[in-house]
């Protein structure tokens, strides 16, 4: 059974940088694309940031791009999200998420996701 457990969410000021941690078990990462989501209160879980499997490619949401930078470490079962400059609208819970299917079409897409954590609070004050 495949679990991601994310780590690393917390309180942090305006300005400020967390990382975010996914840890993966029941299954090797190293051939599949890895996620990251987020959902704000009373709003739709969108994309943050993708990783290819071998990680060569990125892919991030306009609202993150030059601030945060998604990385994996194969050999570790662990995908990571670092989170710099942050701003209050950055505030909501995160996911990780990883699809069934070696290949998928769209990394933005939440439908091409199949096993999602249980997500970790990042809330940013001004």
């Known amino acids: 059974q495949v679990q991601l457990v994310e780590s690393g969410g917390g309180l942090v000021q305006a300005g400020g940088s967390l990382t975010l941690s996914c840890s993966t078990s029941?299954?090797?990462?190293?051939?599949?694309?890895m996620a990251w989501f987020r959902q704000a209160p009373g709003e739709e879980r969108e994309f943050v940031a993708a990783?290819?499997?071998?990680?060569?490619?990125?892919y991030y949401a306009g609202s993150v791009e030059g601030r945060f930078t998604i990385s994996r470490d194969n050999s570790e079962n662990t995908v990571f999200l670092q989170m710099k400059s942050l701003k209050p609208e950055d505030t909501a819970v995160y996911y990780c998420?990883?699809?069934?299917?070696?290949?998928?079409?769209?990394?933005?897409?939440?439908?091409?996701?199949?096993?999602w954590g249980q997500g970790t609070q990042v809330t940013v004050s001004s």
């Open positions: 998420a990883t699809p069934s299917r070696y290949y998928i079409a769209a990394y933005y897409d939440t439908n091409q996701y199949d096993f």
């Open positions: 029941g299954r090797s990462i190293s051939l599949y694309a």
């Open positions: 990783i290819t499997r071998s990680g060569g490619s990125t």
